[in-house]
């Protein structure tokens, strides 16, 4: 820490007890207190840019700023976090908790963003002007301070896991589902590929030629193109077309004829096709046929039906991925859509059956640098919150824009709306509206948090019966992580 001030040997610049007495924090103070101060304190100055103090550094000094802009800082997990930026005059950092014992190491760091001049006071000294001044507000402070500090500690990682636990529940969900279906088309697979192999033996056992043979298995192949490229009818047209291959069976004389009908028809096959069949192998052989080749499309199907469970396993450990950032960079340039639809996906199984959720995305937006995985979570705490103010049905809109060169998301519900009167205060810490037990009041104090102090963008609400809207407008231009 380098200080701009008066060479080796010369008195320090001080203020006056008038000068102090305009400060917000000593407004109050008598005579006698302002005199200690003023005599106890200095004035120093810091370049634009310049580190004022140096988070685990020791706590040395309490500073006033007199003039200029500054930001504070803190590391979280290797990552510089800007937590608050002011020009306000009389605001305060450094060794804040000296008066509790604390004065061990400074929280945070404080950069001087201008030219900057502060007040500054001794650690030491300050410590003993609170414990001496202010003995019973000593004891209040030191209450609340360690109380709150723990228990701010120990309710953010409550929700934390809370809500870890409750989106790895539903990540499990579902990857269950697909898993579970993969799992039970397999052992049809099975199945089928046995029987099919029992009725080729049949069928080719020496009543039909090498001619035919050939046809057959053309048909075959014929089947399986037809698999792939067969439209879905309606729940009518699906009907009248089993009835008419039923028909076609009862009248060849087919033994339960009408168990092939959904699986021929799931594959686009008719009764035309079966009449070419018939001709290849002729009609005492046509049974025999028509099952080996239904085996031949259900084997078809139930490939194509494992394929697609293990695309939507892949899928949901790709949104896992993107909603956690693992293995990625902190901050990294996104697209604002991918974080929103992998976190909509780790809230699947958290959606009511009666709320519709409606993604409104301008694609034309451009991705943005950001901290995604900090980004995820107050789309999290915005969804989560949504989706509690619509326990049974409602709409869930996720909508993004260009508003005024900033990025917006907004994320809306159709729930009962926020009263007026509380609405201010739904940014505050351990504020709630939900039942005691049920909220801690943190998700939306860390998403202003993650909005507002890291990454510069602002974070609003408007709210009508019917019609919740939360907005986060966040900066596209940042060439570098935004904690300067």
């Known amino acids: 820490m380098t200080t701009d001030g008066p060479t080796a040997g010369a008195e320090p610049q001080r203020l006056t007890e008038d000068e102090l007495r305009t400060l917000f924090l000593f407004e109050s103070l008598d005579a006698e207190q302002l005199a200690f101060l003023a005599s106890q304190g200095r004035v120093e100055r810091r370049a634009g840019g310049e580190l004022v103090y140096g988070e685990s550094d020791p706590a040395e000094c309490f500073f006033v700023l007199l003039d200029g802009t500054v930001r504070l800082c803190r590391t979280v997990h290797g990552d510089e976090v800007e937590i608050s930026r002011t020009s306000q005059r009389g605001a305060y950092g450094g060794a804040t908790q000296a008066y509790v014992g604390d ?17 500054v006071l001794p650690a030491e000294q300050f410590a003993h002007a609170v414990r001496s001044w202010f003995p019973m507000a000593m004891h209040l402070l030191d209450g609340m301070f360690i109380g709150m500090r723990d228990t701010q500690t120990l309710v953010g990682e409550r929700e934390r896991l809370l809500a870890l636990g409750s989106l790895s529940a539903g990540l499990t969900h579902e990857l269950n589902n697909p898993a579970s279906a993969a799992v039970r088309a397999t052992s049809s697979l099975r199945e089928r590929i046995a029987a099919m192999r029992h009725k080729l033996a049949l069928i080719a056992d020496g009543r039909i030629d090498g001619r035919r043979l050939h046809a057959l298995v053309g048909l075959q192949e014929e089947a399986v193109e037809r698999v792939a490229k067969a439209a879905p009818l309606s729940a009518l047209a699906a009907s009248d077309a089993e009835d008419a291959l039923t028909d076609w069976f009862d009248e060849q004389g087919f033994t339960s004829g009408w168990q092939l009908a959904e699986t021929l028809v799931s594959a686009g096959l008719d009764v035309d096709w079966l009449e070419r069949v018939q001709a290849a192998v002729g009609p005492e052989d046509v049974e025999a046929a028509v099952r080996w080749l239904t085996y031949a499309v259900e084997t078809e199907l139930l490939m194509a039906e494992i394929a697609d469970a293990a695309i939507r396993i892949s899928t949901l450990v790709g949104a896992a991925k993107q909603y956690s950032q693992l293995d990625r960079a902190p901050y990294q340039v996104v697209d604002v859509h991918e974080l929103l639809d992998a976190t909509l996906v780790m809230f699947k199984a958290k959606v009511p059956a009666g709320v519709r959720v409606v993604r409104e995305y301008d694609r034309s937006l451009p991705a943005i640098p950001a901290y995604a995985a900090e980004l995820n979570q107050v789309w999290s705490n915005l969804i989560d919150n949504a ?33 007026a009167e509380i609405r201010p205060r739904i940014f ?21 948090r993650i909005v507002v102090n890291k990454h510069h963008g602002d974070i609003r609400v408007t709210s009508t019966p019917g019609d919740t809207v939360f907005r986060v407008l966040l900066p596209t231009d940042l060439a570098q992580p935004p904690t300067g």
């Open 103 to 119: 004065a061990r190491q400074y929280r945070n760091s404080m950069w001087a963003l201008t030219d900057s001049e502060f007040f």
């Open 387 to 419: 989706l509690g103010a619509m326990p049974d049905s409602g709409t869930l809109t996720v909508r993004t824009a260009l508003v005024n060169d900033q990025l917006a998301v907004d994320i809306a519900d159709t729930g009962p709306g926020i009263a």
């Open 428 to 448: 505050e810490p351990f504020f709630t509206t939900k039942p005691v037990g049920e909220g801690t009041g943190l998700g939306l104090d860390i998403s202003y």
